[in-house]
């Protein structure tokens, strides 16, 4: 999940100054409160069926507790879950168990200092003993930068002092967040990346890209992203001695520009 805080003051749209630490509570409580209409129902039905199977006596008791953690404004990630009751729930698609991301939205006077902007401070306070992150974000100049050219983006961002577009920054925290990394394949007229678990091995992961790959597995030519843009090509990374021989148990790292040998 990902939720956008008003960080800033605009007397010409709002007409309050901004509370970002209550904006975020609002947002959990409704989160919460989505789950606990689900958990009920659930509830509901599980104390109906338990009137013809014993069995379910022990899921009407974990469901009255975590009905009564969750009436109590507690989210479902603060719950001490046992493996087995994670089971009954993982459906549900709980709201307040999601991993979630905060995007400070801050003016344009604090997006290249938003460590001294006092709502930001504020916010990340508030946050630090959650299970989230916190991102800093100018909307305003995000949609300015979005009608530039790639070649113009940078340039204005080096002009306001900021290092890299905050759209980057979110989806390179959402990948870190559920766990997923990328890695690449370079042929003669292109380059693709494949998202993996953060952990996957090379034989499982040549399989991404086709099943024959992983069923015939070889060995994996392996180059670090930096070492083969620098180098400017595989040939020339090759070349200089940047690429490297693993085998079937390497565990990808984010950013390996790789090739498959295989033989079916």
């Not at 843009?229 to 950013?255: C, F, H, P, Q, T």
């Amino acid at each position: 999940l990902v939720e956008l805080v008003r960080c800033f003051d605009d007397n010409n749209i709002f007409s309050e100054s901004a509370n970002p630490a209550e904006d975020v509570e609002n947002f959990e409580l409704e989160l919460i409160l989505s789950d606990l209409e689900l958990m009920e129902r659930k509830l509901e039905r599980s104390r109906k069926a338990a009137k013809a199977d014993k069995k379910m006596k022990e899921t009407v008791e974990f469901l009255e507790s975590f009905v009564a953690h969750l009436s109590d404004g507690k989210s479902a990630k603060s719950f001490k879950f046992k493996e087995s009751e994670l089971a009954e729930i993982e459906e549900a698609g709980l709201l307040s168990l999601k991993p979630v991301i905060y995007i400070a939205n801050l003016s344009e006077d604090s997006a290249s200092n938003f460590d001294e902007d006092e709502y930001y401070i504020e916010l990340r306070e508030y946050l630090k003993d959650r299970e989230a992150l916190l991102l800093p974000l100018c909307a305003k100049i995000e949609a300015e930068i979005s009608e530039l050219e790639a070649e113009e983006q940078q340039v204005f961002l080096e002009e306001l002092g900021i290092g890299e577009r905050a759209l980057n920054s979110l989806i390179k925290a959402s990948y870190s967040l559920l766990g997923y990394i990328s890695f690449f394949t370079v042929g003669e007229d292109e380059v693709r990346a494949w998202t993996i678990v953060n952990g996957t091995k090379a034989q499982r992961a040549a399989g991404k890209i086709h099943s024959d790959l992983e069923r015939g597995f070889i060995r994996a030519e392996i180059c670090a992203f930096d070492d083969m843009k620098a180098s400017g090509s595989w040939n020339n990374a090759k070349n200089e001695g940047l690429v490297r021989i693993e085998g079937k148990e390497y565990l990808m790292k984010d950013g390996d520009v790789t090739n498959i040998r295989f033989n079916v």
